[in-house]
């Protein structure tokens, strides 16, 4: 085994014995989505011109993307937590992969993830969601959508890293709150103003929730789209690849540099 490989199973250990022995937050971050549907569901499906179970179906491949992208609060949060509390300075001392603490880190909540997506996928089945399209495109769907939450804890994992404080990763992580909302999670966005559709529509969250909406069958393709949602499969698979090369070698890079 590489040394890379036994070093982040050694990390991904560490974080999954920390979420184990912090059960609250764990519950809070699966019953956070299952709210947001109940709540979204009935009563902005009853004011839009989806509504009812026809909007709940349209809504749940944008909570679990919009979820997903939430990758970047917990991962910058715990970046931070352990950045301030010197936890990652002892790390740094061991003989060990540089690459090896974020990467347990990313891959632990990857874990966490897939588990806690299925308290929330019986939820949208009880209120009507349904798997429309072919089995191997729905697990193409749940590939992507894991792909997407990966994406997104690197980059939280690099913002963590680089704040090195607990205060400012949860000020600027609650501003992440916001990306979903310019986006085609909650609300279709053929009736947006031009110049702000064109804005929601190179959103990544967009372009995934527009995959997952095809490939569940839920949804199909919006007319006149900006490429990414046009082409939606590839649309997120580009955008993944982009942020992957970026944020991945920053954050590696920010954790080997330490403090200065």
């Known amino acids: 085994m590489s040394a890379l490989a036994y070093d982040g199973a050694a990390m991904l250990g560490r974080q999954l014995r920390r979420a184990r022995n912090n059960p609250g937050l764990l519950i809070l971050t699966q019953t956070m989505p299952i709210s947001m549907l109940l709540f979204f569901g009935y009563v902005f499906g009853s004011a839009l011109a989806v509504p009812g179970e026809e909007y709940r179906r349209f809504l749940v491949p944008g909570l679990l993307v919009a979820t997903a992208a939430g990758g970047i609060m917990t991962g910058m949060f715990q970046a931070a937590q352990d950045t301030h509390r010197g936890v990652m300075d002892r790390f740094r001392t061991l003989p060990m992969s540089r690459a090896a603490v974020p990467l347990g880190q990313v891959v632990a909540d ?3 993830t897939a588990a806690g997506t299925v308290p929330f996928l019986l939820v949208g089945l009880a209120v009507g969601w349904r798997i429309e399209g072919g089995a191997l495109a729905a697990a193409g769907a749940f590939a992507l959508l894991l792909l ?9 994992v690099f913002l963590g890293l680089l704040t090195r404080s607990e205060e400012a990763a ?3 992580g609650g501003a992440t709150f916001l990306l979903p909302l310019l986006s085609s999670a909650y609300i279709p966005t053929e009736g947006l103003p ?3 559709r064109t804005a929601a529509e190179w959103n990544p969250i967009s372009a995934v929730t527009t995959a997952l909406r095809d490939l569940f069958g839920n949804a199909p393709v919006p007319d006149g789209a900006a490429w990414p949602v046009a082409h939606p499969v590839a649309g997120s698979l580009a955008w993944c690849a982009v942020l992957l090369a970026v944020f991945v ?6 954790y080997a540099a330490g403090p200065k």
């Open 110 to 112: 990857l874990v966490l």
């Open 148 to 156: 997407f939450r990966f994406t997104a804890v690197w980059i939280g």
């Open 194 to 196: 031009g110049w702000l």
């Open 249 to 254: 070698p920053l954050a590696v890079r920010t």
């Open 170 to 172: 949860g000020q600027l």
